[in-house]
Nanobody, 115 residues
Framework: QVQLVESGGGLVQAGGSLRLSCAAS????????MSWYRQAPGKQRELVAT???????NYADSVKGRFTISRDSAKNTVWLQMNSLKPEDTAAYYC?????????WGQGTQVTVSS
């Protein structure tokens, strides 16, 4: 059974930074994609950033230039460095692992940005 455990959320002022971590455990294929999603109250869950095993990344337009996703594939760990945070970044952030044909979610970590 695969488990994803996130950490690093919290309360920060606008313009500040946070770093989220997600550690995956269990039997995991060496070929996978790890991502961060977020969901604000009353809104749909949206993709924030994705990184493949090979290191290719993709970002939502709203976070480009401010957020950086990185990973340690040997440790099945992914990070999301969030800089220049804005109140609209407030959401529950979820780690996601896709390894064909399965996908897994973490329990989420709350990020709150005050103005």
């Amino acid at each position: 059974q695969v488990q994803l455990v996130e950490s690093g959320g919290g309360l920060v002022q606008a313009g500040g930074s946070l770093r989220l971590s997600c550690a995956a455990s269990g039997t995991i294929s060496s070929i996978n994609t790890m991502s961060w999603y977020r969901q604000a109250p009353g809104k749909q869950r949206e993709l924030v950033a994705t990184i493949t095993t090979g290191g290719s990344t993709n970002y939502a337009d709203s976070v480009k230039g401010r957020f950086t996703i990185s990973r340690d594939s040997a440790k099945n760990t992914v990070w999301l460095q969030m800089n220049s945070l804005k109140p609209e970044d407030t959401a529950a952030y979820y780690c996601h692992l896709y390894t064909f044909p399965n996908f897994y979610w973490g329990q989420g970590t709350q990020v709150t940005v005050s103005s």
